[in-house]
């Protein structure tokens, strides 16, 4: 499961927390700490402690934030809870004291100190920074559903980024709960996809994307799973991401342990890199032996193995070569399409502006096709994608409507990855009229060895 929060990053939203507190309790704060020497003390304490944790090296390459050398951040831990002693009803003393814990690999008590902090949080964004990191915090003691309730505590604020709906998303997955995972994925892809500065979301939005492939695949969603994870690729074609994140305390880490090789099996099966996919597979079931995915790998080891290859545990070498047969005719084309356009738009929303957000972001409906085969010849079919635009923008709802004389030659599982790949992908900007748009989208399919088109 991937989680995004590293201590690093924990101690600049920790900082953050702290410099809003001056402003937003402003003159009756100032008055009360040069009335009450404690507090005053209270405060010169935490100032340190902040000199002490941004002086500090960071941690060797490789090993965990619980390596980080303890001279500092020990000092910082020791010079909070002297605070918290003098003033123990302070939200930002008590939160960041968790970072610290956090950081030292005591993640236990980062939970019950944060646990103490929230009912004193007096900004909203006090309490949302204490529940995201409670969510963290809850993750790594394998509290998965205490994690998914600090995370739904955030939600209900309003607003939340989209690493949170991702890390949620992670958590039902984890719990085997595949649906709701699949649907906080699409919260996360939309939002990510939807933000003005959306380059800056990348990689973001790549791991929500991974992130969904997997919860798809463990549903049986072979085809939707495919077009998730080359969509990840696309954003992490060199699989970077996942890369990193194999890492003892790198930002994104995996919970359980070991998870990260599913993802990478998948990206490395899609991308077709059998030699790698079936190392990451093995690599997982090695981890995590007693997983309620192993099946599931089990499958793609099998599709990934070779035919000359010898059966698990049989010690045979191999089958005998197949005897070589006359020459058949090439297999038959694929499909491909030809051409994508609106070809009607009833609400605010025009339909040159739809088809400039697909030209602007395609929705990728070659992978949906991948593997189907196409009669011979100039045989093209014309699909209809039925689709409701809310007063967003984003898309509703998603219907591929099948001409009848399509039977046998494109089956309802295109469809279903069809109006999948509509629902991610497809988001235009907001109408000024805030009403839906019924939008009817057409598709032309041709077989891979059609010319003039």
């Not at 089956?411 to 839906?436: F, K």
Request: charged share 25%; with cysteine.
């Amino acid at each position: 499961m991937t989680v995004r929060g590293s201590a690093r990053v924990a101690l600049a939203v920790a900082a953050a927390v702290l410099a809003r507190v001056p402003v937003a309790l402003c003159e009756p704060d100032l008055w009360q700490r040069i009335a009450d020497p404690r507090r005053d003390r209270a405060d010169r304490l935490v100032q340190k402690a902040k000199e002490l944790i941004a002086d500090a090296p960071a941690p060797p390459a490789g090993r965990g934030t619980g390596a980080r050398p303890p001279d500092n951040i020990g000092r910082a831990e020791e010079l909070l809870r002297e605070a918290t002693a003098l003033d123990p009803l302070d939200f930002a003393t008590l939160f960041l004291l968790a970072e610290v814990q956090s950081m030292r690999g005591r993640e236990a008590e980062a939970a019950a100190t944060l646990e103490r902090a929230e009912p004193l949080a007096r900004l909203p964004s006090q309490r949302s920074a204490c529940w995201f990191r409670l969510g963290l915090a809850r993750s790594k003691l394998g509290r998965y559903r205490e994690a998914v309730a600090s995370y739904d505590q955030q939600i209900a604020l309003g607003e939340p980024d989209a690493t949170v709906y991702s890390n949620v998303a992670e958590l039902l997955m984890t719990l085997g709960r595949l649906g709701e995972a699949e649907e906080r994925y699409r919260d996360a892809i939309r939002i990510d996809e939807r933000a003005a500065d959306r380059r800056g979301r990348e990689q973001s939005l790549a791991f929500s994307y991974y992130g969904l492939g997997v919860a798809l695949d463990r549903d049986g969603r072979q085809v939707a799973a495919r077009e998730a994870i080359g969509h990840a690729a696309a954003l992490d074609p060199n699989l970077s991401l996942l890369r990193a994140a194999e890492q003892t305390g790198a930002e994104v880490f995996f919970i359980p342990d070991g998870d990260v090789f599913y993802y990478l099996g998948l990206a490395a099966e899609r991308l077709g890199n059998r030699g790698d996919a079936g190392a990451a597979f093995q690599e997982y079931l090695a981890r995590q032996p007693r997983s309620p995915w192993a099946a599931r790998v089990r499958v793609h080891l099998a599709a990934l193995r070779p035919d000359s290859a010898p059966a698990p545990g049989t010690g045979v070498t191999g089958s005998p070569p197949t005897p070589r047969l006359p020459s058949a005719p090439p297999p038959p084309p694929g499909w491909r399409v030809a051409a994508l356009a609106t070809v009607l738009s009833d609400g605010p929303i025009p339909a040159p502006v739809i088809d400039a957000a697909l030209k602007l972001r395609p929705p990728g409906l070659e992978t949906c096709l991948t593997g189907e085969r196409a009669p011979r010849g100039n045989v093209p079919i014309r699909l209809a994608i039925e689709v409701e635009l809310n007063a967003g923008g984003t898309v509703s709802r998603a219907r591929v409507k099948l001409p009848k004389l399509s039977s046998g030659l494109v089956d309802g599982t295109v469809a279903s990855c069809i109006e999948s790949a509509i629902r991610t992908r497809l988001v235009v900007p907001g109408p000024a009229r805030p009403r839906p748009t019924n939008v009817r989208i057409e598709v032309l399919l041709v077989t891979g060895d059609a010319a003039g088109l």
